[in-house]
């Protein structure tokens, strides 16, 4: 009988825990929806400063960079907050390294704050194991020219138009485009001639090209 009694409290115990934990658990994940539908009022309402407050509040507890990151990047931007946004981009990429659209976010966060070796930075590491995706790889070319960095913006560019470009973002034709002009300001006149000219003959009604 002592052993039953004991068997049953013992369970009863075991089952009260779970119970609490579970409520608990239930309640902090409750809560950074919470938080994060807080931010996205804030956001509408254009009460940027509090809108990263719950943002950040919501990342805390583990929801997903992608449902706020957009949102967060641009209060940032509108209220020129700067520092905050630098620990939250640290612990987000920690939870989706992968993420082409947030490495663009941030990189262009950084440009927003002229911090172009911040930005570099960020594109690199994720070109490190992503050495393919020539989207990011342009976005690249264009910090390296923005940071007066010619030659290395100048090697990127090439990289990009070195491989027949199927990435849906990508327009060839504006990417040489844009080449044209970083060879300029590299002065490097003859090679943006040519390519000028090359340009021309591929759409020879193109008026951009020849204000160009």
């Known amino acids: ?9 013992w369970i009863i115990c075991v089952l009260s825990i779970l119970a609490i934990l579970t409520t608990i658990a239930f309640h902090f994940y409750e809560s950074r929806w919470i938080d994060f539908r807080k931010a996205e009022k804030h956001f509408a309402d254009g009460r940027y ?6 943002y950040v509040k919501a990342m805390k507890k ?23 946004i630098v620990e939250t981009y640290k612990k987000c990429i920690e939870k989706d390294p992968d993420n082409a659209e947030m490495i663009e976010g941030f990189a262009d966060f950084y440009v927003y704050f002229k911090e172009f070796d911040d930005a570099e930075k960020v594109l690199k590491l994720y070109l490190a194991d992503h050495p393919d ?12 020219s923005w940071n007066d960095n010619y030659e290395k913006s100048i090697l990127e560019y090439r990289k990009v138009l070195s491989n027949d470009i199927h990435d849906i973002r990508l327009d060839e034709y504006r990417v040489k485009l844009e080449f044209t002009k970083v060879l300029t300001y590299a002065e490097k006149y003859d090679q943006a001639i040519d ?3 090359q340009l021309i003959f591929e759409k020879s009604r193109d008026w951009e090209v020849y204000i160009e």
């Not at 929801?63 to 990047?73: D, G, H, M, V």
């Not at 995706?133 to 390296?144: G, K, N, P, S």
Request: charged share 25%; aromatic share 24%.
């Open 1 to 9: 009988m002592f052993k039953y009694k004991y068997r049953k409290y």
């Open 49 to 54: 400063s509090q809108a990263i407050e719950f």
């Open 62 to 84: 583990d929801l997903a960079p992608k449902f706020y990151i957009t949102q967060l990047l641009f209060a940032a931007k509108i209220t020129n907050t700067y520092e905050p």
């Open 133 to 144: 995706d020539y989207y990011i790889r342009l976005e690249l070319a264009r910090v390296y």
């Open 195 to 197: 390519l000028y000219k």
